[in-house]
C-alpha cells in the first residue's frame, strides 16, 4: 500500500512539474490564469443581444462647439506649427507664447486676455410711449421740484442729526414749499394783474374760437379751415378759460373793488393755483397720457367735446347748410371721420393748449405786451393799484357817518396789507405749520444738545417769527407815522 500512495503522488508531481517547464510559470501565475478565463466567460455571458436593432448611445456634442471643434482641429492642422516656450522659464514671462493658454497678451482687442464677458445678449424691453411720455411728466415736476426737495432733505437731516423719520421729511417738504411759493406768486401776480386789469382788451391776443371763424373766410387765411377741422374743439378749452380770467372776473372786481383788493386777490389766486392746482394739472396731464378714465377733470374734458361737437351740427352756417344739401353723403362721411378725429386730439391737445397758456402769461406776460422793461411794466401795475373803483368811492365819501369811516379805515388796512403782502402770508404759513410740528414731528434727538428734533425746529421756527415780525412791525410803525404827518398837515 505505501508503495502505491508513493507512486500516485509521484506521478501528480511529476505531472505538474511537467506543466510548469518555466521558471517563471509557477502556481500563482497559473492560478491568475484559471481566474481571466472565468472572467471572460462572465463578461461574455452578460452581453444582450440586440434583437430590434436599436441604435446604441453616443457622445452628445453642440452644433455649434463641434463644428467649432472641427475647424480648430483643421486649422491647427493648416497652421504652421509655432514652438512655444514653457511657463516655467523666467524668459517666457516677457514672450507672447505661452504655454497656460497661450493667449497674446499684448493683443488689447482680444476680451477675454482681459475681463470675462457673456456673449448673450438680453433682449431690450420695449417701452411704450405712453411710459414715455408719463416719464417726461414726471421728470419736469421732479425737475422744477428738485430745488426744494433737496433744501427740504438737508434741513431735516440738520436739525435731526441725521435721523429723521419719513414723515419728517414730508412736513419739512411741505413747509418749505409753501414758503417758495409765497414768496414766488408775487411776481407771477404782477403779470397776470398786468394783462386783467392794465392791457387794453383790443390789444390783448383774441382766443375765441368764433373769430378763429371768421378769419378764415379772408383771402390768405385758409389754412384756418383745416387747423379749426382738427382742433376748433381743443381751442374751445384755453379760450373758454381766457375768457373767465381776462374778460369776465376783471369786468365784476373792476366795477366794485379798487386795485389794492384786486392784487390781493390776484395774489391768493396765484397762490393756491401752485400749491393746489399745479399736482391736479400734473395728474391730469398723466390721466391723458395714459388714457384713464378714473379722472374726472378728464372725463368732464371729454363729455365737453362731445356735447359741443353735436351742438356744432346743429348750428351750422350757410355754406355747411348748402354742403349738406348738395352731398349729403359725403357731408356725413366727412363728419364721422371728423367726430373719431375730434375725440382722439382735442382733450390731449386742449390740456396742452392750457398749460402753455397758464405758463406762457404767468412768466412773459409783461414781455410780450409790455411796452418798455420789465420794472417799467410793474411799476405800472403798482400804480393802477393805487385807482379806487367808483363803488368804493361813493361809499367812503367825506362825511363823519360810522359807515364811511369804518370804510376808510378798511381801506387803509387794505393798503397795508397789499405793500406787506408776502411778509403778511409768510407770518400765517409760519404760526399755522408751528401747530402741525408740534404734534406731527418725531421727538428724535436734535442738533441742539438736550433738545429733540422737534424741539430745535420749533426753535428756529420762532427765530425766523420774530425776523420777519420784526420786519413787519417797522413797516406798519412808517406807515403809522406818514398817516398821523398828513393829518396834522
Given amino acids: 500500500m505505501a508503495s502505491s500512495e508513493n507512486k500516485v503522488n509521484k506521478s501528480k508531481k511529476e505531472t505538474f512539474s511537467n506543466i510548469n517547464i518555466d521558471n517563471d510559470h509557477n502556481f500563482q501565475t497559473a492560478n491568475m490564469e484559471h481566474k481571466m478565463k472565468k472572467i471572460k466567460k462572465k463578461s461574455k455571458s452578460k452581453i444582450k443581444n440586440n434583437f430590434k436593432n436599436i441604435e446604441t448611445f453616443d457622445t452628445l456634442y453642440n452644433e455649434d462647439t463641434h463644428k467649432k471643434k472641427h475647424t480648430s482641429e483643421e486649422d491647427e492642422k493648416e497652421k504652421p506649427s509655432k514652438e512655444v516656450e514653457n511657463f516655467d522659464t523666467l524668459s517666457s514671462i516677457f514672450t507672447n507664447k505661452v504655454v497656460e493658454g497661450a493667449a497674446n497678451l499684448d493683443d488689447k482687442e482680444n476680451r477675454d486676455n482681459w475681463e470675462g464677458h457673456d456673449n448673450v445678449k438680453d433682449e431690450e424691453k420695449k417701452i411704450d410711449w405712453r411710459d414715455k411720455g408719463v416719464k417726461f411728466v414726471e421728470d419736469v415736476y421732479d425737475n422744477l421740484t428738485f430745488v426744494n426737495r433737496k433744501l427740504s432733505k438737508e434741513i431735516t437731516y440738520a436739525l435731526s442729526n441725521n435721523n429723521p423719520t419719513e414723515k419728517d ?7 418749505l414749499s409753501t414758503l417758495f411759493i409765497a414768496v414766488v406768486s408775487l411776481p407771477i401776480t404782477f403779470n397776470w394783474y398786468y394783462v386783467m386789469y392794465c392791457v387794453p382788451k383790443e390789444k390783448l391776443f383774441n382766443m375765441s374760437v368764433q373769430d378763429f371763424k371768421e378769419k378764415s373766410k379772408e383771402p390768405g387765411f385758409e389754412i384756418l379751415k383745416l387747423i379749426l377741422f382738427l382742433f376748433e374743439f381743443a381751442f374751445f378749452f384755453p379760450s373758454a378759460l381766457n375768457y373767465l380770467i381776462i374778460d369776465f372776473f376783471p369786468a365784476i372786481t373792476g366795477k366794485y373793488l379798487n386795485g389794492k383788493i384786486n392784487f390781493m386777490l390776484v395774489f391768493f389766486a396765484v397762490f393756491y393755483g401752485l400749491k393746489k392746482l399745479s399736482v391736479h394739472l400734473k395728474n391730469m396731464l398723466i390721466a391723458i397720457i395714459k388714457d384713464s378714465s378714473n379722472n374726472f377733470i378728464v372725463n368732464i374734458m371729454f363729455a365737453t367735446v362731445f356735447i359741443n361737437f353735436f351742438v356744432s351740427l346743429f348750428s351750422m352756417d350757410f355754406e355747411e347748410m348748402f354742403s349738406f344739401f348738395s352731398s349729403p353723403i359725403f357731408f356725413i362721411v366727412k363728419n364721422i371721420v371728423r367726430f373719431i378725429l375730434v375725440i382722439i386730439i382735442s382733450v390731449p391737445v386742449g390740456a396742452l393748449l392750457i398749460f402753455l397758456y397758464l405758463i406762457i402769461y404767468s412768466l412773459f406776460a409783461t414781455l410780450i405786451y409790455g411796452k418798455g422793461s420789465i420794472a417799467k411794466s410793474f411799476m405800472d401795475v403798482n400804480s393802477h393799484t393805487e385807482t379806487s373803483s367808483p363803488y368804493l368811492s361813493n361809499m367812503s365819501c367825506d362825511d363823519d357817518s360810522f359807515f364811511s369811516i369804518l370804510i376808510r379805515n378798511l381801506l387803509k388796512i387794505v393798503g397795508f396789507m397789499k405793500k406787506h403782502l408776502v411778509l403778511i402770508v409768510v407770518i400765517f404759513i409760519i404760526v399755522r405749520y ?22 430745535s425746529f420749533m426753535f428756529f421756527n420762532l427765530l425766523l417769527f420774530v425776523t420777519v415780525g420784526t420786519w413787519m412791525y417797522i413797516g406798519f410803525m412808517k406807515q403809522v407815522d406818514d398817516a398821523m404827518k398828513s393829518k396834522d398837515a
Avoid: C
Wanted: hydrophobic content about 35%; overall charge negative; glycine content about 10%.
Fill in 169 to 175: 421729511e414730508e412736513l419739512m417738504g411741505d413747509y
Fill in 434 to 455: 408751528t401747530f402741525i410740528f408740534r404734534t406731527e414731528l418725531s421727538n428724535t434727538e436734535g442738533i441742539v444738545p438736550g433738545m429733540s428734533f422737534r424741539d
